[in-house]
DNA sequence: TCGATATTGACAACATATTGTCAATATGGC
DNA sequence: GCCATATTGACAATATGTTGTCAATATCGA
């Protein structure tokens, strides 16, 4: 994995990509874990989480989530085909109408964060503020850094 | 997103999973924009890069990547058909065949190693050897303390 | 050796997400 | 207002990955 591997900052951003990789697994199945008991899982609660932000269309959601827009849109449309979203018809632009939450879908959010909480207050409180603040920043800088890359013509 | 939340290292938590969650599809774009020029991808990459490490079987290199077996097994048979890998008899296991290189198998990773390497110097010194260190170590961290609560019956 | 238990690959179903294409609709410069 | 350009949702193809089940095979204790 570490051939032509040259600076020590090198070798630690490959590892660094790896061990981020790896943990995304864990991550997802924890959320799908947290949101399993209200019928939900990671991904849609993501979409619910964002409509409950503030009404948004689906390309402004993915925007936020940081995800393609189509697979938001598979979401989305599962969501309002189980009675958790509705689509309101937007005022400034004819197409892209708003996910708003529904009665339904605000029980189950709420469920989720509230279980959520919970877990979170645990595993912080375990791992350390300061230290998971630093790698907050530190992933925030790097999906900006590869952003940039591949809008460019890198 | 943070209604019920209480404590500031709750909410940290909170913060970073959302993180961790939304730099994962970045990096899986850059790792197959790395692998693309041999005609691979990053999961494919992921797998050629356990089987070089050493002959092992489908289910040890899912176990490495932390990975399903059967994701892993199925990304095995699609380099298998492309010649990339070979399966050999296991001497000490008669179902669990050994996953080997073969020669294109070897070119195209270690083709992908030469770009990574030159990717990843250049964003490692542009990110700080210290903190993605300290970040590996956080995530490695948290994939442990997961790995734990999820077999335990939570 | 025997038998309970775990591991392994095969097979299938499904969830998540990207990429690409298209037509409808906005947007902004002229 | 008009036109080039961008955004948006619809549709399809594909890649990645999990979960569940099954039979074959290992492993290990009695």
Redesign the pocket.
């Known amino acids: 994995m570490k051939d032509p591997e040259r600076t020590p900052a090198g070798d630690a951003f490959a590892e660094f990509s790896i061990t981020a990789?790896r943990l995304a697994?864990p991550l997802?199945?924890a959320g799908?874990a947290l949101a399993k008991p209200s019928g939900q899982?990671?991904?849609?609660w993501?979409v619910l989480a964002a409509a409950n932000h503030a009404p948004m269309?689906?390309?402004?959601a993915?925007?936020a989530l940081?995800?393609?827009?189509?697979?938001?849109?598979?979401?989305a449309?599962?969501l309002e085909a189980d009675g958790l979203i509705t689509y309101r018809d937007n005022p400034?632009?004819?197409?892209?109408?708003l996910m708003v939450l529904t009665a339904a879908g605000e029980t189950a959010l709420h469920e989720i964060k509230e279980r959520q909480a919970a877990w979170a207050d645990r595993l912080g409180a375990e791992l350390g503020e300061r230290r998971l603040r630093q790698a907050s920043a530190l992933m925030a800088e790097i999906i900006e850094v590869l952003r940039e890359r591949s809008s460019a013509a890198d």
């Open positions: 990789l697994g997802t199945q799908d899982t990671s991904a849609r993501q269309s689906v390309a402004d993915a925007r940081g995800l393609a827009r189509q697979g938001v849109q598979r979401i449309d599962l400034t632009h004819q197409r892209a109408k």
